[in-house]
């Protein structure tokens, strides 16, 4: 079945820098879905990709999907204290059964 | 519009007990699909329901099951509780399933 890979576990950096997560499918994906979850909180839907090579921009945020359409990454520039929280990738292969990554957990000191 | 509403918002049971979970989605949303969050095992996928036929389920044992109504609520029940069921049971919706989800804030259930 379908595999996904999401890395790092765990990124801890300082207000200011740079923050990077991937995601890998072991399958060809027909989309692929970022969510952010903050500490206690519920996951929140950031955005989705859905054509190869495709890369959007929200703010900070540049969310790419890979030619192949199986891997993708979200980089954040220069982190705030209010990107803190674990990154989803939820990749779709076409049905109607969305499995999520194990998720990025960001720490960020001021 | 509303969100996603989930009820309760906490639950307490006892092993052998059984449970059951609501979810109201958005109006106009009639995929509903629901996960269980656990510390070590993230985000695992339960079931999914649109139209009230469920269209696809996760690999959990036969003690978890839901349904659909027509207006688009669903229920999840988790007979026969054991101590692992402790968790948060997050629902999603979305218009018709595969793509953009909005998460209710879940329900926390524990189980003693």
């Known amino acids: 079945g379908q595999q996904v890979m999401q890395i790092p576990q765990y990124q801890h950096v300082q207000e200011g820098e740079d923050f990077t997560t991937y995601c890998k499918s072991s399958t060809t994906l027909s989309n692929i879905q970022w969510y952010k979850q903050r500490p206690g909180g519920h996951p929140v839907f950031l955005i989705q990709l859905v054509k190869s090579g495709e890369v959007k921009k929200q703010k900070r945020l540049t969310f790419q999907f890979g030619e192949a359409k199986k891997n993708s990454s979200l980089h954040i520039t220069a982190t705030q204290t209010t990107d803190v929280g674990t990154y989803f990738c939820?990749?779709?292969?076409?049905?109607?059964?969305?499995?999520f990554g194990a998720g990025t957990r960001l720490f960020v000191k001021a | 519009k509303a969100g996603v509403t989930q009820t309760p918002r906490y639950l307490i049971k006892t092993r052998g007990q059984q449970v059951t979970l609501s979810c109201s989605p958005i109006?106009?949303?009639?995929?509903v699909s629901w996960y269980q969050q656990t510390p070590g095992q993230g985000l695992q996928f339960l079931f999914e329901?649109?139209?009230?036929?469920?269209?696809n389920k996760g690999n959990f044992p036969g003690r978890f099951s839901g349904r659909q109504f027509s207006n688009s609520r669903s229920e999840m029940n988790v007979s026969t509780l054991e101590l692992g069921d402790s968790a948060l049971y997050l629902c999603?919706?979305?218009?018709?399933?595969?793509?953009?989800?909005?998460f209710g804030s879940g329900t926390r259930l524990t189980v003693v």
């Open positions: 999603a919706s979305s218009l018709a399933g595969g793509a953009g989800y909005t």
């Open positions: 939820a990749p779709n292969t076409g049905g109607f059964k969305t499995i």
């Open positions: 329901y649109f139209s009230e036929t469920q269209r």
């Open positions: 109006s106009g949303h009639r995929s």
